[in-house]
């Protein structure tokens, strides 16, 4: 739990997602990390009970690796509400669940997921654009709902222990021969 993670974006965007759904489609927010002292720090409880949300929102505590897995596969939707990310693990982790997901454009997102293949991306500072397509996702029939959630899981096969090592390996190749250039092209 972190300012940086900006739940309060996310509580905002499902109070006005949660407006225009339909009667048959109740969604529940999950939000997962920290404790309760955290999130009372952050002010979410009261954001919620000040949005009327209190019944639809569940703050649990962070957990385990395994249990996290749990919730995604048992999830509609995994929505990233974070300003920035250095890598953005959760939302690969939930797509390889095969959750479709919806989050926002900083930094690490755009560089691990594309637009379309599973989920959407949303502009930064737009609570109504994460509302309408957390809306859309929620209230897709079954069988697009499951071609979104096929194409999420697949987006992350390149996703390895391998591939991530292979990329670090060329960076660091990349920079040893670029100052190796550098230092033999002479004096600066």
Not at 1 to 17: G, N
Not at 103 to 132: C, K, L, P, W
Request: aromatic content about 8%; glycine content about 6%; some cysteine.
């Amino acid at each position: 739990m972190s300012k940086v993670k900006d739940f309060p974006f996310l509580i905002k965007a499902f109070r006005l997602a949660l407006d225009t759904l339909p009667a048959s489609v109740l969604p529940k927010l999950v939000i997962i990390g920290g404790n309760a002292a955290e999130r009372d720090e952050l002010g979410l409880p009261q954001l919620a009970e000040s949005l009327e949300l209190r019944q639809h929102i569940d703050f649990r505590d962070g957990m385990g690796q395994a249990e996290l897995a749990r919730f995604f596969l048992q999830a509609r939707l995994f929505a990233g509400c974070s300003q920035h990310e250095t890598f953005g693990l959760l939302p690969v982790e939930a797509r390889a669940c095969g959750t479709p997901w919806v989050v926002r454009t900083n930094s690490s997102y755009i560089t691990t997921a594309t637009e379309g293949h599973g989920g959407f991306f949303v502009d930064n500072h737009d609570e109504q654009d994460m509302a309408s397509k957390i809306a859309t996702i929620l209230t897709l029939p079954e069988d697009r709902w499951e071609r979104m959630s096929a194409a999420a899981a697949e987006s992350t096969k390149h996703y390895t222990w391998t591939s991530s090592a292979q990329g670090c390996l060329a960076v660091y190749r990349d920079a040893r021969r670029s100052l190796l250039e550098n230092l033999t092209a002479g004096p600066i």
